[in-house]
């Protein structure tokens, strides 16, 4: 039988839904969605993180041989070649093929259920022990591993602190998962958009914004003061905020590709700098210890939150909540502060980590913060009850 034959017969399930070409190599992505592997590893190269047919957020960047589908698939071509099947039998292979891809389903969600009941055991023994819970390293990696059936509830049920060493991961949705390496990224000085359509980089004093899809410069800013110490975009990737040696913070508008304010207040160098959902607001750390709020649209202070007693306590970083109402600044003495804008007072401070921090998240309920130290050590907190 001709190969213009075969093609007119293929159904829909046995074509890739990126490509729309016959599957050689399929497996199956985070949205439980079939795809060729050379077609779903583009997709990711390019910076997309969602599911490229629900356009919901991909909860790991992980793939499962889909040895079913290929079965199906090189029965379909060796019995088109072969023979002027019906099509009756197309419709039944193809019922046959969804009915056994519902299994497939059914037996992930069953792991799920396996991994649920392996975290009420060890919050069993956490509550048996009287102590933090430290996660074992081979069990943490299976729960990552199924990340997309469990909320940080499931994880994280009082507030005691569970620990465990992994790569960075990053709360979304209200749910756990891995925050997957930039092509990109070096030992510059550099940031990446929340959507991932943009990186940003600094090279001494100045501030270079690659789009991710195409890989080019889009955007060269030239700060005339000196080298940058860090940098950040806004959720929205309108704006992106950068801090110097020179002890300034600079707000920037990437859409005019202007400087739209310096804000000055440090002693020190700038170390750590978020901007707020509702880009109002920016808050800064510093090598000085103080953690600085900045109004955008008056463009003085709001407030200096104060400096920590201890001379090491230098701020490595810093997060706003999702409403806006708490920072989170981790500093120099591994501890992390959680204060309270309304009144810039501390509600509560966690400690646990035994190496600088170089990362803070909230939680988009904003009940849990993970935090993440220089010798790879994560720890979740419940923040309220």
């Not at 509830?153 to 925050?179: C, G, H, P, Q």
């Not at 001379?311 to 706003?320: E, L």
């Amino acid at each position: 039988m001709s190969q213009k034959l075969i093609e007119e017969n293929i159904p829909d399930c046995f074509l890739c839904p990126i490509t729309q070409e016959l599957m050689q190599d399929p497996v199956i992505a985070a949205d439980g969605h079939t795809y060729e592997r050379k077609a779903i590893k583009r997709w990711l190269k390019t910076g997309n993180r969602r599911s490229p047919l629900t356009n919901e957020s991909l909860t790991n960047m992980t793939f499962i041989e889909n040895y079913l589908a290929r079965s199906l698939i090189h029965e379909f071509i060796e019995n088109q070649t072969k023979t002027t099947q019906s099509c009756d039998l197309i419709r039944n292979k193809e019922v046959e093929f969804k009915s056994k891809e519902k299994c497939l389903k059914d037996e992930i969600n069953k792991k799920s259920q396996e991994i649920n009941s392996l975290l009420s055991r060890l919050e069993t023994q956490r509550k048996t022990k009287k102590r933090h819970t430290i996660f074992d390293y081979t069990a943490f990696i299976v729960i990552l591993g199924m990340l997309f059936y469990n909320s940080a509830d499931r994880f994280v049920k009082s507030s005691e602190i569970y620990s465990s060493k992994f790569n960075t991961i990053e709360f979304e949705s209200s749910k756990l998962v891995l925050a997957q390496p930039v092509e990109y990224q070096s030992s510059k000085i550099s940031a990446t958009s929340k959507d991932g359509s943009h990186y940003a980089y600094a090279d001494s004093n100045y501030i270079f914004v690659i789009n991710t899809a195409t890989n080019e410069n889009e955007i060269s800013l030239r700060h005339n003061s000196s080298e940058i110490t860090f940098i950040q975009f806004s959720n929205s990737g309108k704006l992106l905020a950068s801090g110097n040696r020179d002890n300034e913070v600079t707000l920037w508008s990437l859409e005019s590709k202007k400087k739209i304010k310096d804000f000055m207040g440090h002693k020190k160098a700038i170390s750590a700098i978020d901007i707020s959902a509702d880009e109002k607001l920016v808050v800064s750390g510093g090598w000085d210890g103080k953690v600085i709020l900045w109004d955008i649209e008056s463009q003085h202070q709001n407030g200096i939150f104060g400096k920590m007693n201890d001379k090491t306590s230098w701020v490595t970083a810093i997060k706003f909540s999702p409403d806006g109402k708490l920072i989170a600044s981790s500093h120099g003495d591994f501890a992390i502060n959680i204060w309270n804008i309304a009144d810039k007072k501390i509600i509560k401070q966690i400690k646990g980590h035994q190496n600088w921090i170089q990362s803070v998240a909230f939680s988009d309920c904003g009940k849990f913060l993970n935090s993440k130290s220089i010798d790879g050590t994560i720890i979740i907190t419940k923040i309220f009850n």
